[in-house]
């Protein structure tokens, strides 16, 4: 090919676009989706997938809709936003078009004119009732977690979109616990993908990849806006997400002992619960810094047993502590046969879940628990774990392991120290 060709087949959507940029199948749930929701990263590439989608609709292609669409909504978190990111942004509208066929912007009066006669206006979702009164074949909402009055911008978009045969819409955003963006997930006539920042990596930085990743994957912060993750708490739960972001550390500083604790799963199989592994430390000044969870999903007794070996030798850790409620001397058996040298203190549970964790939850409350890096899967439970447990019904089984972590390291007396006596 020439290089004016392969110049004009890279800038064909059709053939660069990924699959969760690309329209979803007409019907969903047997019938046709009302929105397509595309929850992504920053930078992912959800700005011009919705600048695709509303050329494509503008000039009636045939893998977006039957014909030309003649008046389209745009609405941003304000008008600022509409105009610099979906209209004039690298990855808006202009952008997305070529010189030859590129509608006009009359930003006087807030909307894009097509040769054909397609119209696509600008809104913001700072003021819904502008949306009072005109009337739209099909809509790009973009940001939706971050509007200022979402739900009554949402709700006057919706009386508006009742031309043509399928009036529907487009959300682009980057997603948050909002209860609109949840509804919409939850919806029937949703069409829902998603989108990862590092799926776009052709079209970032490498030096923005790599530092931002390398700072904030698996964190909460990390995980909404790079993997486009919905990252939820509950009300009653002991540990909430600020609290941990807050005490997180790059990497813990000379610990004076370290111990790895074992929440063994009552049975083997595909249905049995997890097996808590989770490696804590303590330093001089009594701060407890969680080093790392290698819970295993549905291990045997010889592989769980295997794992927290390795962990024990990888830490350097004093000691294995291990609940024995489920297991009995079978917990020390095994852990013996996997390395008989590892010393194994046995502890049994005498209380209910919440109760014990507890005091820990205090210690984080106090700042003398710190996180080192990302542990998502641990930090999922403990942000999930209320009064009547995990709100899935399962073991909190990682939890129980940190819980008998901390214990060991910080919520246990110390045996007081022999006395000398003088000769």
């Known amino acids: 090919m020439s290089a004016r060709e392969l110049s004009r087949l890279l800038a064909d959507w059709e053939f660069v676009a990924r699959k969760d940029q690309w329209p979803p199948d007409l019907a969903t749930n047997g019938q046709p989706w009302r929105q397509w ?14 600048a695709e989608w509303v050329k494509g609709l503008a000039f ?105 045969d399928w009036p529907r819409q487009l959300v682009t955003t980057t997603p948050r616990p909002t209860p609109l963006l949840k509804e919409l997930i ?9 989108a990862l920042t590092r799926e776009n ?3 970032l930085a490498p030096s923005f990849l790599e530092s931002v990743i390398a700072q904030y994957a698996g964190t909460r ?8 993750e919905m990252i939820e708490e509950r009300k009653d739960a002991l540990w909430t997400r600020g609290m941990i972001e807050a005490l997180r550390a790059a990497k813990a500083p000379p610990l004076a002992r370290i111990v790895v604790a074992i929440d063994p799963p009552a049975s083997s199989g595909k249905r049995a619960d997890n097996c808590g592994i989770v490696a804590a430390g303590i330093d001089e000044a009594g701060i407890v810094f969680v080093l790392e969870d290698a819970t295993l999903e549905a291990a045997r007794p010889a592989q769980w047993a ?3 070996i390795a962990l024990y ?42 109760l014990r964790a507890a005091p820990a939850a205090q210690l984080y409350e106090q700042g003398r628990v710190k996180h080192v890096g ?4 641990l930090e999922d439970e403990m942000c999930d774990f209320g009064h009547d447990g995990l709100s899935s019904g399962r073991s909190p089984d990682r939890l129980d392991a940190l819980v008998w972590a901390i214990t060991a390291l910080a919520l246990t007396p110390k045996a007081p120290e022999p006395r000398m006596r003088r000769v």
């Open 37 to 50: 929701l595309i929850l992504g990263g920053r930078g992912a590439g959800k700005t011009r997938a919705g």
């Open 60 to 164: 009636g292609r045939a893998q977006f809709c039957s014909s030309p669409v003649g008046r389209i909504a745009l609405i941003g978190e304000t008008a600022a936003d509409v105009r610099d990111v979906m209209i004039e942004g690298v990855s808006g509208l202009l952008a997305a078009h070529d010189p030859r066929d590129r509608p006009r912007w009359e930003s006087s009066r807030r909307r894009l004119l097509w040769d054909n006669g397609a119209v696509a206006q600008a809104f913001s979702a700072e003021d819904p009732e502008s949306l009072r009164g005109p009337q739209f074949h099909a809509a790009w909402c973009d940001e939706l977690a971050k509007w200022r009055y979402a739900r009554e911008t949402w709700d006057m978009l919706q009386f508006g979109l009742r031309l043509g």
């Open 186 to 194: 939850a919806h029937p006539a949703t069409a829902l993908t998603r």
């Open 201 to 203: 990596a052709a079209n």
């Open 221 to 228: 912060l990390g995980r909404q806006e790079l993997d486009g």
């Open 306 to 308: 295997r794992t927290a």
């Open 313 to 354: 030798h990888k830490m350097s850790a004093d000691a294995l502590i291990a609940e024995v409620n489920q297991g009995g001397d079978m917990v020390r058996a095994v852990l013996n046969e996997a390395d008989a040298s590892a010393p194994v203190t046995m502890v049994r549970a005498t209380r209910g879940k919440y």
């Open 374 to 377: 990302a542990l998502p899967a």
